[in-house]
């Protein structure tokens, strides 16, 4: 087959449950209208070509289609280059299905609305669309890619490529779209088979967010390696904040299920909001940049809400409004790196175009 395949999968933020959603409770998570799109062409030769903004690669195909333990996989993507890690390991998960070996090479070629330094979910995002391009491969139609099985492969890669670490969150929005409520289920054996994910039809559209960058973004695995740190000799109080965030998130699930009104709607979002921004300083993750940035915004008669979106320190703060309308930053702002990044809620989630 020679013919090109076009993927694209969208980015996400998460509006609710950051860090109680990697201890198995549950969190809100939206997917953006900001993409990564993926051109497939197969080859006929064994060798496999990556070519992005962050850089070129080739390798061969047999690196990643020989069946291996979990651990032998893990070690093959240590030897990768970072930047590529989550390509690669997208490839090594299309490589160990049975019915869906890959058989010859093939270029790809990947763009993005986003840079990969801004708290877009990037990783989830390019690991789906590259994912659905390999299965889309093997398919005529793209009702035959079942979206079950591209999430549990793009969920897989994304543990093997962060040494087993990563709640699926954002991969669940790259694959399904919209507001997703989505609960991990830790304690089963074939976690990774199992997580209940729905996408949510609020009673109102679609509450408007604004997403603010802070200049800087902390990897995610150091910021979990400070909780951890942080609460090393108070695993009971750590649990209780996971659990109290849990309830911000069901709050949260509520509003946007169960309110026709907009306002009412909101204004109980906001309240779950303003709740876990409070439980995100009690982790350690907030800091003088993020609660400057937040104070700011919340003086704006248009904004609910502000808290932080991931992880934390640094990154990302979303913003809940009842208009479209951006908040304007100053002049100090642009100074310090912390700009205003359009972004939308958006139904689509992964998309092959014919």
Known sequence: MSRLIHTSAPGSTLLLGEHAVLAGEAALVCALDKRIFVTLKPRNDQSISINSELGYYQCPLS???????????????????????????????????????LQLGFDLTIRADFKATVGFGSSAAVTVAVLGALLCRTQQKQQEVNLNLLFNLAYRAIRAAQN?????????????????????QLSSP???????????????????????YSGYKTPTPIVIAHVTEQFKNKPNELTAIYQAIAQCTQQGLQALSNNADVIEGLTTLATAMTTQ????????VNNDTLQNIIDYLTTDRNIFAAKISGSGLGDCIIALSHTATPPQLTAEHAAQGIQYLPAAICPTGFCYDH
């Open 164 to 184: 087993n670490q990563g709640s699926g969150a954002d991969v669940a929005a790259s694959v399904y779209g919209g507001l997703v409520h989505y609960q991990p």
């Open 63 to 101: 690196l990643f289609t020989q069946p291996n333990t979990k651990a032998q996989l893990q070690d093959q993507l240590k030897n990768t280059p970072a930047k590529f890690r989550f390509v690669l390991a997208a490839i090594q998960q299309a490589g160990q299905i049975n019915n869906n070996r």
């Open 277 to 284: 921004q409070a439980l995100m300083t009690k982790l350690g």
């Open 190 to 212: 074939h976690a990774q088979l199992q997580q209940h994910i729905q996408t949510l039809k609020p009673k109102f559209h679609y509450p408007h967010i604004h997403l603010i």
